[in-house]
């Protein structure tokens, strides 16, 4: 079974930044799709942002121009990197990676991490 490993998170002042790191305990073929997806209190879980084998991306309207999704293909580590932080951007945040192929799928998460936006 597959680990994804999660780092950056943290407390930072709003208007800040962070960057999220996401790297597999092994390394991975076939991927599809990559995402962050974050859960705050009392809510549901949201996509945050994803990026997908083609290059394409897809970001929740709340993040689009401050975050930015990134992959190194090389060590298959996904990034998150988060600007101008807002306090409504505090939540637990989870790496998610997709894969697999015609009779075979995966869907690997991240244990969280917390990040919290305050003065």
């Known amino acids: 079974q597959v680990q994804l490993v999660e780092s950056g998170g943290g407390l930072v002042q709003p208007g800040g930044s962070l960057r999220l790191s996401c790297a597999p305990s092994r390394s991975i073929f076939s991927i599809n799709a990559v995402g962050w997806y974050r859960q705050a209190p009392g809510k549901t879980r949201e996509l945050v942002a994803a990026?997908?084998?083609?290059?394409?991306?897809n970001y929740a309207d709340s993040v689009k121009g401050r975050f930015t999704i990134s992959r190194d293909n090389a060590k298959n580590t996904v990034y998150l990197q988060m600007n101008s932080l807002k306090p409504e951007d505090t939540a637990v945040y989870y790496c998610n990676i997709k894969g697999g192929g015609r009779q075979w799928e995966y869907d690997y998460w991240g244990q969280g991490t917390q990040v919290t936006v305050s003065s």
């Open positions: 990026l997908t084998s083609g290059s394409s991306t």
